[in-house]
């Protein structure tokens, strides 16, 4: 029954911290907005228990909070956050293999990551050339790694080995990773100040990541609440 309690009143902070996230600018949007990550980092503790599920979802965490250390209070360091999320999405990665029960899909889900990390490679070299440069290779590499996740962690909920919340924040997570990165197409592509998705992008009323990144990392935080735990 307490945790329950404990459990409604943390949405209720982080519903309320996701709306303000909304309505603040700098400094006190990055307070918030860190505030956010960290309370889902605590969070995540109240569930321990010996299991590898759980380890890997607080080490997901744990690099989660470090790289907004870097984005979000900072705001440097870039291709050291990005970079730091790349693990954040293998650890996740690590915590659905654990989970996964076919051998066969195991080897599947980590033979695809490989490949398709190297392709996305390849892809952005050939695509921008000479404007490939390592933080946009290191964001290919971490949105693909994310999408599969997404992918994967929803069949293991259909097979009933994992939680429908941890899938749901991995959802929420890469919506705001492809907001964030239509954010930044303008520095690879020219795009009309008068155009319509111009106005939908940059708008002055909705933060589009945000509005997605911090749900994700509310669930996320709460994700460890059903999981496997080691025999």
Do not use: G, N
């Given at each position: 029954m307490a945790k329950k309690i404990i459990i409604i009143i943390y949405l209720i902070i982080q519903l309320i911290l996701s709306i303000l996230s909304q309505l603040t600018d700098n400094p006190l949007w990055a307070i918030v907005s860190f505030s956010i990550v960290s309370l889902a980092f605590l969070m995540n503790f109240m569930f321990m228990k010996k299991s590898l599920?759980?380890?890997?979802?607080?080490?997901?965490?744990?690099?989660?909070?470090?790289?907004?250390?870097?984005l979000v209070l900072l705001d440097k360091y870039y291709l050291t956050a990005v970079i730091s999320f790349i693990f954040v999405q293998i650890f996740y990665s690590c915590r659905i293999v654990v989970n996964t029960k076919s051998l066969k899909l195991k080897n599947l889900h980590i033979a695809s990551r490989i490949s398709l990390s190297l392709i996305s490679i390849i892809l952005v070299s050939i695509i921008l050339k000479d404007d490939a440069d390592l933080l946009t290779i290191a964001s290919a590499i971490c949105f693909v790694n994310l999408v599969l996740n997404v992918i994967t962690s929803f069949i293991n909920y259909k097979n009933k080995s994992d939680s429908l919340i941890f899938a749901i924040g991995l959802l929420l997570f890469m919506l705001c990773d492809f907001f964030v990165g239509i954010n930044n197409i303008e520095y690879i592509l020219e795009i009309s100040r008068d155009s319509l998705i111009y106005q939908i992008i940059y708008n002055n009323y909705i933060f589009f990541p945000w509005l997605f990144y911090a749900p994700s990392q509310a669930l996320l935080g709460l994700s460890s609440k059903k999981d496997t735990a080691i025999k």
């Open positions: 599920s759980f380890l890997f979802t607080a080490l997901a965490l744990t690099f989660t909070v470090f790289s907004d250390v870097l």
